[in-house]
């Protein structure tokens, strides 16, 4: 058994025949510990985001008052500058059938709003990947 991460490099290379009680009793307390290693980086991450927004939100409200909004503040390693953003909304099943109405609502009076039979369709066939995973509970 070989696990491989997302670039295709061999992390680690396992003969199923080697693989003895004690071996597997490692492999999970392995498994365990890059798990909990995995949860604290996603809480971690998440707490800087949460606070990087913070001061970045402080620091544009300081530069709107104070009226320099095309101000260019250098840093260490670079410059950092306010800038608008466009990000598209996220396509979910609610928005999409939301702007599927939207869609037939637009068409000549008579003709028939389909956005039900089309989000029964979407929802009856856009399939599922299965995964066989180790779940902590």
Known sequence: MRWI??????L??????????SNFAETIKRWIHFDNLAATFTRQAQQARTA???WETEAIEY??????????????????????EKHAQALTLQRLESLLHDYFNTKPAGSSDETLAIMAYIKANRGSVTETRLKKS
Request: hydrophobic letters at 40%; charged letters at 20%.
């Open 12 to 21: 680690h290379n396992i003969d199923m025949a080697e693989l003895s009680t």
């Open 5 to 10: 991460n997302g670039s295709g490099k061999i």
């Open 63 to 84: 530069l709107k008052k104070s009226n320099m909004l095309n101000a260019i503040i250098q840093i260490a390693g670079g410059r950092l500058t306010v800038v608008e």
């Open 52 to 54: 990087r927004f913070k």
